[in-house]
């Protein structure tokens, strides 16, 4: 597949944003993922955004069912997915109706003409047919019977591998437009064929259609005349070295596979299904060859239960969740806070509350992650700030958990769960080591001789010996009632209470001398207004940054890994700023926090729209922020 039509003009551009949508049956999301994969082969920076109903099947022809996918594509850094599409590719009038609003004018359109029927305008709830009643005058229009196309190639098809039904090749209606937009953006086609080839293995008359579909579609692209031009994105100059492209999801993955190898610990993983952190479980299980076992518990409690005994019994405890199934794990993270042990909490936040927007993105589960334990429960919270970054962040929780004996939430989200960038592939010999020392011997002397005390503290970190049950001599009592320092004796003695819960509040209050300080990007140095984020809202943050600062204009920016305990600079960081400003995907949770510790009057910007902050629209608020 290549070659062109003789004069074709092609246009070289230095970014491109894209948006696949269709019915959640259309396979928009794989469709988006196989370009996504062509462009990271090519070289490209990018990043993704895929958005889709919580329903399995959402009524179809109807926006409440539409997926989309959404690529940002570059010859250099790029942060976001993009504020808007360049190109919109919409396969039925209720992807072009829940769509169009975000397509600038003079952007480019496909439209898959065969779609816009009677039926589906009435489903879409069009009163008269957008492609010929002057609703697309502002836009660069292509009229692509995508559907009647992909039939008439899939028929044509000559293969031993067996035949399809109209259903079937009609449902590769995704590959024929897969194949017009690679051709279109100069995107090689070989690796989804591989793909296809494989997914569709025990299916090789399935395979053959879909490759078919792609091809006709490619070639349709050279034969045309529908399109004047193709668009080149040169490859981005990035940092050498070996890249994948990974969602946030994948890279936690690797990162707890990693963590494990580095603590020397085996990795278990107790936890049970739910959206967006599934992919997590489903990941894990597939390397049992490094000691991962995972353990898919019948709810919540018994996921994290079972996480909390295998750190008990040596191994590194992990948990993975969302916004609900965290409110259920409460009381046993209360109880890895009471017995310290590490324990690893992995929270992908959704929309809330209760069962909310399940598909969707918030930032809105901080509050809970720091205070929502009953008691004084202190724990650690980190949070990553892009979807590779979620593999360094579960190596940092880690080293928390197992270095400070205590359990630690992770703060990821629906957007980097599910979205991707290219992916620096470390070196082994630039990851910290973690090994974990095991009490090996009793610890006291006792009068009746050599006793093992389970809370007898480390001078420096105030974290209590982990001893592996069954060593010889260093049995031990665990449980949720309170311990009394040093021997782990059941204790009610209000002043001994006094100072257990002191000191666990002490030693997560330490871990502040032990992570890196707060970082300020002020390029210019003038600048007057700091903008603080957490998070997945990096990306926006410092995209909107780079646009205000083209202006001419100053601005300092701030991104904190660690929300509890902050950095021992924090603090100091904010006060030397005249304004901070802190956008959230939630109603000011972080603020809040900034205001009541450091008695700094922080602005709020928040939004809880389900998706994440444009650059556009942060670049907007900062200017006016700045101006004032």
């Avoid at 209360?334 to 209760?354: K, T």
């Avoid at 011997?441 to 001078?459: I, M, V």
């Avoid at 902050?613 to 900062?622: D, R």
Wanted: include cysteine.
């Amino acid at each position: 597949m290549s070659g062109q039509v003789r004069d074709r003009q092609i246009h070289r551009l230095d970014r491109v944003v894209i948006r696949f949508a269709g019915d959640s049956g259309d396979g928009m999301q794989l469709t988006g993922e196989q370009f996504t994969s062509e462009t990271a082969a090519f070289g490209n920076d990018l990043s993704t955004l895929p958005d889709f109903p919580a329903e399995i099947r959402a009524p179809a022809g109807t926006p409440a069912g539409v997926s989309g996918f959404q690529l940002h594509f570059s010859d250099h850094d790029i942060l976001t997915p993009g504020d808007a599409p360049n190109m919109l590719v919409a396969m039925n009038p209720a992807a072009l109706k829940s769509n169009l609003k975000d397509l600038p004018n003079g952007a480019d359109l496909v439209v898959n003409t065969d779609a816009f029927t009677g039926a589906n305008l009435k489903k879409a709830g069009y009163s008269s047919d957008p492609l010929t009643d002057g609703t697309l005058d502002e836009y660069r229009v292509h009229r692509v019977p995508l559907s009647s196309m992909t039939i008439e190639a899939v028929n044509a098809l000559e293969s031993s591998a067996g035949t399809v039904n109209k259903k079937e090749a009609e449902r590769a209606k995704n590959m024929f437009a897969l194949g017009l937009m690679s051709w279109l953006y100069q995107r090689p086609t070989d690796g989804v064929v591989a793909f296809l080839e494989k997914k569709f293995a025990k299916r090789p008359e399935i395979a053959a259609a879909n490759i078919a579909a792609l091809r006709a579609g490619y070639n349709y692209g050279e034969t045309t005349e529908t399109f004047a031009v193709t668009y080149e994105v040169a490859p981005a100059r990035m940092k050498p070295g070996h890249y994948r492209r990974v969602s946030g999801n994948l890279a936690l993955s690797y990162g707890l596979v990693a963590a494990a190898e580095l603590t020397g610990l085996p990795l278990f993983l107790g936890s049970y299904p739910i959206t967006p952190a599934s992919d997590i479980l489903h990941e894990l299980s597939k390397h049992k060859r490094f000691g991962v076992r995972t353990f898919q518990a019948e709810d919540e409690i018994a996921g994290v239960g079972a996480a909390l005994g295998a750190s008990f019994g040596g191994s590194l405890g992990v948990t993975t969740t969302s916004g609900p199934g965290l409110a259920l794990k409460t009381e046993t993270i209360g109880l890895a806070v009471a017995l310290e042990l590490p324990l690893v909490v992995v929270d992908i936040q959704r929309g809330g509350p209760s069962t909310g927007l399940p598909t969707k993105t918030e930032q809105a589960d901080l509050s809970m992650a720091v205070n929502g334990r009953n008691g004084e429960a202190p724990l650690p919270v980190i949070a990553p700030r892009s979807p590779a970054d979620c593999f360094d962040a579960a190596i940092e929780a880690a080293r928390l958990a197992t270095k400070y004996r205590t359990p630690v939430i992770l703060l990821s989200d629906g957007y980097l769960a599910n979205g991707s960038e290219p992916w620096l592939l470390p070196n082994r010999a630039d990851l910290p080591d973690l090994r974990v020392a095991f009490a090996t011997e009793p610890n006291h002397a006792g009068d009746k001789g050599p006793e093992f005390w389970p809370y007898l503290r480390d001078s420096e970190t105030l974290a209590r010996p982990w001893a592996v049950p069954g060593t010889p001599g260093l049995e031990h009592r665990i449980g949720g009632l309170e311990k009394a320092d040093g021997s782990g004796s059941i204790s009610y003695d209000p002043s001994n209470h006094d100072r257990m819960v002191r000191l666990r509040q002490a030693k997560i209050e330490g871990i502040a001398r032990d992570i890196p300080p707060l970082e300020v990007d002020d390029p210019s140095g003038q600048a007057r207004v700091l903008v603080l984020g957490w998070g997945s809202t990096y990306g926006p943050i410092a995209a909107g940054c780079r646009r205000v600062r083209a202006k001419g204009l100053h601005v300092a920016h701030a991104h904190l890994r660690h929300l509890f305990p902050f950095p021992d600079n924090t603090g100091e960081v904010l006060r030397a700023y005249d304004r901070v400003l802190v956008p959230e995907m939630n109603l000011g949770q972080l603020r809040s926090m900034v205001r009541a510790q450091f008695l700094v009057d922080a602005i709020g910007y928040n939004q809880v729209r389900g998706l994440p902050f444009k650059a556009a629209e942060l670049a907007g608020v900062l200017e006016d922020v700045i101006n004032q």
